[in-house]
């Protein structure tokens, strides 16, 4: 990895971090190096941090001085949520760069019942905030496997997205406005309820996505929705993806917006994740080739869902679309076929090296990268275990590779830019992008210089260079 055991920076200056601590107060200007280690370790282990100061201010006035003083000093600053990110953008890049952590900026601050909105503090864990609108009687769709860490600021940093996008959208279909602090300590208040607004350029739509380098995102609006009435969970066996695509064309014609979900895997997956899972179950009697995991809502009532689901079912099944289903008898049902989803993600570790891929492509061509990237990538390496899984309802696919067995795991990783490579010509041959949902980092920057437009690129450069002159601010990510 380009990244790996780098450092970047000059040692911190004493004075300077006095002056850091005489801001934030010396109990949260953390240097102790017990105190800053889980600061500098990211989920996928690929980017090894050595930063020595993490800041944790405790409103906006703090950040704003933090900002004020890292542009002064031309310190690097590198702001973190709940260091969830998988990218390493949320990572100091050597000893001279300082973690602003959010943590403490927490709160909920309102719940408008009416126009339905939360407003909520940067830190606030997307967990917490999920129970808060519960407590309102209303629901706020972000889900992420990640949710009971990860927070508020840095899902709108990453812009993040997850298996409710398909009938909610993304992180930044579900703000109406944001409060941010600029690289110059100048504190944007657009903490905003309007659903109208058309007074110029939209600077929310700016931040939401800069993974960090354009700004700190203090406070934000969030949009919530009526809680459905019913839900229905199945999961379904299938032979292929295609038989996949023509399911999800059925489930959106019968359900239309009642679709809430629509996760595709293959069963490696599944057999990884039922062996490396406490109490996992195969919800199916007999193996399949693919699997959905199928979600219908409704506003009316459960017995709506579930006549909903039934039909879907049944007629997919006439149709031969499907082998087998298997619709949840209980909330604890769909929750433990829930669990099989989201376990994928870590099931894959104890079976040695895992080369991720986080790509898009237009719905109806995933098939075909399907078909086009695993004939590829075992051709260039024979053994490798393909464990795709994710949103197929969004034409987003976590294409990642498992090491042959026996393989050398060092040997494995070592030709993490090659299969990446053969991976995203595939997806590029398709129109497609190669990072959906995980945003760009430090891990996807070359990339991004070399496959995006060199106009949007320079575009890019120019609004980073006006926003943040001196660079303090999360350099080294995205550009
Ligand atoms: P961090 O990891 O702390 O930071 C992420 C980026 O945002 C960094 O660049 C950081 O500098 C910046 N940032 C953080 N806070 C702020 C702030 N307040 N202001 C400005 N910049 C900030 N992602 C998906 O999109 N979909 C998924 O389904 C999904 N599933 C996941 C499952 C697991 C098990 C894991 C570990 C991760 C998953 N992720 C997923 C990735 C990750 O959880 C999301 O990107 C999440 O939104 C990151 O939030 P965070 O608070 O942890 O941010």
């Known amino acids: 990895m380009d990244a790996r055991g780098e450092t970047k920076g000059r040692p911190l200056d004493e004075a300077v971090i006095e002056r850091f601590r005489e ?3 010396p109990a949260n200007a953390l240097s102790e190096p017990g105190m800053i280690a889980p600061y500098m370790h990211e989920p996928r282990d690929l980017f090894a ?35 969830t990110g998988l990218v390493g953008g949320q990572m100091p890049r050597g000893p001279g760069e300082v973690v602003l952590s959010l943590s403490r900026l927490d709160r909920i601050r309102e719940v408008d019942p009416v126009g ?61 406005g944001i409060e941010a602090v600029l ?13 109208k607004d058309n007074r110029g350029y939209d600077w929310r739509h700016l931040l939401i996505g800069s993974e960090g380098t354009l700004g700190v995102i203090t406070a934000a609006v969030l949009k919530l929705f009526p809680k459905p009435a019913g839900r229905e969970v199945a999961f379904v066996g299938l032979r292929s993806p295609d038989k996949a695509i023509a399911l999800l064309r059925r489930a959106e014609g019968l359900a239309g917006g009642q679709l809430t979900a629509f996760e595709l895997m293959a069963r490696i997956g599944m057999e990884f994740t039922l062996r490396h899972t406490q109490g996992a179950r195969d919800p199916m009697g007999e193996p399949h080739g693919w699997y959905v995991l199928l979600e219908i809502s409704s506003q009316r009532s459960g017995e709506d869902a579930r006549e909903t689901m039934e039909r879907v079912l049944s007629e997919a099944f006439e149709a031969g679309e499907i082998e087998d289903a298997a619709i949840a008898q209980s909330g604890a049902d769909a929750e433990a076929f829930w669990r099989m989803r989201e376990a994928m993600s870590w099931a894959q570790k104890p079976e040695g ?4 891929h986080d790509v898009a492509v237009p719905v ?57 490579a053969i991976v ?24 991004l210089a070399r496959t995006k437009e060199p106009a949007e690129m320079a575009l890019m450069r120019a609004i980073k260079a006006t926003v943040d002159p001196y660079s303090i601010l999360n350099p080294g990510k995205v550009l």
């Open 49 to 83: 941090a050595d930063g020595r100061l993490v800041l944790r201010p405790a409103d906006v006035g703090q950040v704003s001085a933090v900002l004020r003083l890292a542009s002064e000093t031309r310190t690097p600053i590198v702001p973190q949520g709940g260091n």
């Open 183 to 195: 690289p110059s300590g100048e504190v944007l208040n657009g903490l905003r309820r309007l659903k």
């Open 364 to 420: 109806a061509e995933v098939p075909r990268f399907l078909r086009e990237a695993g004939a590829a990538v075992t051709a260039a390496m024979p053994g490798v275990r393909i464990v795709a899984f994710g949103h197929l309802g969004d034409g987003n696919i976590h294409y990642n590779l498992t090491q042959p067995v026996g393989m050398d795991s060092a040997v494995f990783l070592d030709r993490w830019h090659e299969m990446n």
């Open 424 to 447: 995203h010509a595939v997806v590029a041959g398709l129109s497609g992008s190669f990072s959906a949902e995980h945003g760009i980092g430090q891990l996807k920057r070359e990339e």
């Open 116 to 176: 339905r909105t939360m407003t909520v503090e940067a830190g606030a864990v997307l967990q917490n905030v999920h129970e808060a609108a519960d407590e309102a009687g209303l629901f706020y769709p972000l889900s992420l496997g990640s949710q009971g860490s990860c927070q508020i600021g840095g899902n709108l940093a990453s812009n993040a997205g997850g298996t409710g996008v398909l009938a909610y959208g993304n992180s930044r279909d579900l703000c109406l």
């Open 353 to 356: 090296g895992s080369i991720k």
């Open 23 to 25: 801001i934030v107060g």
